[in-house]
């Protein structure tokens, strides 16, 4: 199945999501749409955080909770008037529990036109070793 | 018209259904104070990509957020007060030796026409895309700009 066939791009709301402990930083907080996939060495992570860029960007990883976190400041220049107002700048957050053993100091994160992808390869001792039975 | 002596103050657009629309958002907002929830109003288009307009005296301002396109694949266009914004977003797949735990990025086509209030100089527009924003940056047209009236006494 693809997704890239040339069906229409189908619209997703912002979703603003509660996080705790609360933000120091006012305003609304994103959760943004992530692809996650694993292979046998790795689990790797693509997420949409338009309008960030590397030096806001916050991903922390301990005690197998894998944080997410990118602050966005307004684009607007003071002077601009609203015409039309459809989304608003804030801060990307989301955490997720990882239970693989992943090993943090081969950690890669690349972000590229406000995509994010996150490699996260797994301890040696965590990769699935294939187990010859024997027949007696 | 009805709507007119409701909102004699609205400029006459080409397009009657423009007055609901403006009327309804009026109302949000009216609402929105009322209620003690203004700016955090759910933000919403309904149509990808979500955009923002915003003017000063000299310029319109369109940003929309569209990350992980290549600019190759966006195609801006403008025509008097009419600027259209189509693209396509590619979503490559992983090879087999890769089991998904989540999918929720979307790929697909979008094509998007917003109507300004006025003319913009559409020689002079300029579109940039940085950090998945597009930003794209529209002169008002020179018969469009507010101009001082000198008042004689």
Redesign the interface.
Known sequence: M?????????????N?APTLPEQTYPG?VYTP????????DR??L?A??????AKDLKIDLRENVLTLSAHVAA???P??????????AGTYFRQFNVSEVIDQAKIDAK?????LRLELPKLERAKPRQITVKSS | MLLRRVWPSRPAFENPFTDFDQIRREMLRVLDAVAGTDG?R???????P????????NN??I?A??????TADLAVTALRNRVSIAGK??????ND??????????????NRT?T??SDVATDKVEAR?T???L?LTLPKAEEAKPRQIAVSA
């Open positions: 693809s997704r890239n066939s040339s069906a229409d791009i189908q619209k997703v709301e912002k603003t609304p749409a992530v692809d996650i996939f694993e292979s046998d689990i790797s693509l949409d955080i338009p309008g960030v860029k684009p607007e220049m002077g601009e008037s609203n015409v039309l107002c459809e989304y608003a972000l590229t036109d406000g995509v | 955090a759910e933000f919403t288009s309904g149509v990808f979500p955009m923002n307009v915003t003017q000063d005296d319109f301002y940003r957020e569209v990350p992980g396109i290549k977003r590619e979503i490559r797949e992983e030796k890769h089991s998904y735990h989540r999918k929720e990025r979307a790929g697909g086509e979008f917003v300004l209030p895309y950090d998945g924003v930003t």
